[in-house]
C-alpha cells in the first residue's frame, strides 16, 4: 500500500511529526515523506493512504498545505484513505490567555479544517483528526510527542488495513 505523508513546518516541529509517522509505517520503500510545495497533484494517483499536517497558526494551516489542498480536483482523492494532524499548543497554555480560549472554540486548530478539505476532494476518512503538542508558539515538541505520533501511525495502519 502506497503511504504519503504530505506537510508543511514552520519551525520544524510538524516536520519531524511527519517523519515520526513516516518512520512508523510498515515498509520504506512504500513511504513517501514530503513537504506539500514539493508535491505534485497527479503523484497522488498511485496513492492509497494520505496523510496531511500542518502547524496550526492563526488557527489554521499554513498557505502550503491549503493551497496544496486546493490544487486537488474535485473527487482527486476517491478511492484513498485520508487522515490529517497539526502541531498546536497544549490546552494548559492556551488556557493561561482568554482571548486564545475565546478564539480556539470560534476556529479551532488546523487539523480539522485539512480533514474537512480531504473529504471534501473525495477521501476515506478513516480516523478523526489528531493534534500534537509543541512548547510555545515555535515549540520544540512538547516531550513526548514524536513517539505518540509513532504509535498513532501504527493505529492509522491497522485502521486502513481492516477497512
Known sequence: MKKWVVYD???????????????AFSSAEDVVVVRASEVKVEQLSEVKLLV??????????????????QSIPPNGLRGIKV?????????????????????VKLFGYA???ISNRL??????????????????????LQEGELERAIAWAKHI????STL
Open 119 to 140: 473529504v471534501k476532494k473525495g477521501g476515506e476518512l478513516i480516523a478523526p483528526p489528531e493534534g500534537f503538542y509543541v512548547k510555545g508558539m515555535e515549540g520544540p
Open 83 to 103: 487522515v490529517a494532524f497539526d502541531t498546536r499548543l497544549q490546552e494548559s497554555e492556551i488556557e493561561k490567555n482568554r482571548i486564545l480560549v475565546f478564539f
Open 111 to 113: 487539523a480539522k479544517p
Open 9 to 23: 513546518s514552520a519551525y520544524g516541529n510538524t516536520e519531524q511529526i511527519a517523519w515520526a509517522i513516516g518512520s
Open 52 to 69: 496531511v499536517g500542518s502547524p496550526t497558526q492563526k488557527f489554521r494551516p499554513l498557505a502550503g498545505i491549503t493551497n496544496f489542498l
Open 157 to 160: 495502519m491497522k485502521l486502513a
